[in-house]
C-alpha cells in the first residue's frame, strides 16, 4: 500500500493506512480528545450529525522536536478551529466540516473496515480550495497518519517536523501537473 494520498478529483486527497485493531481502538484515537491529542488535535466532537467540533491544534502535544519558524506560534501556543459533523456512523464512518475559514469549509472524512486483527482506515479530505492547500494538507494528513500508526502499535512516534519539509515538497511535485 501506497503511504502517500491519492488524488481522487479536483480538491480531494485520499490515504488508506492498515493499522493495528479492533477498530473499536481506533475509532477511540479519532473521536476521543484525549487519544486524538496525541496525534493529531484535542478538542471535542459531538457524536451526531450537526453536532459541533472543536480541535485544538497544539504541535508540541505530538513531537518534542522544534517546528520551522512559521510554524512556532501554532506549535507552542496552539490553534483552535470550528466544525460540524457531517456524519456520524460509530466504529464505521465519522465526517466533519475541518475547522478553518467559515466561506471555505473543506471535510475529512475517516472511514473504518476490519481486516482480520487489524483496521483499514481512509481518510478523504474533500473540498479544498487548490493546489497549494492539497500540498499543504497532504503533508499534514502524510505525517500526523504516521504518528497515528505509531501510538496504535505501541512505538515511540516518529518526528512530525524532522519530515515536514521533505514530505511537502514530494506532494508538491506530485502535484506540479494540477491545474491551481
Known amino acids: 500500500m501506497n503511504e502517500y494520498g491519492v488524488v481522487l478529483e479536483s480538491g480531494a486527497v485520499r490515504f488508506e493506512r492498515i493499522l493495528p485493531g479492533p477498530v473499536e481502538r481506533v475509532w477511540a484515537y479519532i473521536t476521543d480528545s484525549d487519544k486524538r491529542r496525541t496525534w493529531l488535535a484535542s478538542g471535542e466532537i459531538e457524536g451526531r450529525v450537526g453536532g ?6 497544539k504541535h ?12 512556532r506560534e501554532m506549535h507552542d501556543n496552539g490553534w ?5 459533523v457531517t456524519r ?3 466504529h464505521r464512518a465519522i465526517a466533519f466540516t ?9 471535510e475529512v472524512t475517516f472511514e473504518l473496515a476490519p481486516e482480520g486483527e487489524r483496521v483499514r482506515l481512509v481518510v478523504t479530505h474533500r473540498r479544498l ?5 492539497m500540498t499543504s494538507v497532504s503533508g499534514g494528513w502524510h505525517l500526523h497518519l504516521g504518528i497515528l500508526a505509531d501510538r ?14 521533505k514530505v511537502e515538497a514530494e506532494y508538491a511535485a506530485r502535484y ?5
Open 152 to 165: 496504535l502499535a505501541g512505538e515511540k512516534p516518529r518526528g512530525f517536523w524532522s519530515g515536514h519539509g
Open 60 to 71: 508540541s502535544e505530538i513531537t518534542d522536536e522544534a517546528p520551522p519558524e512559521r510554524y
Open 52 to 57: 459541533k467540533v472543536e480541535l485544538l491544534f
Open 88 to 90: 456520524y456512523e460509530p
Open 129 to 133: 480550495a487548490n493546489k497549494a492547500e
Open 176 to 180: 506540479a501537473d494540477l491545474p491551481q
Open 98 to 106: 475541518w475547522p478553518g475559514e467559515p466561506e471555505a469549509k473543506s
Open 80 to 84: 483552535l478551529g470550528h466544525g460540524k
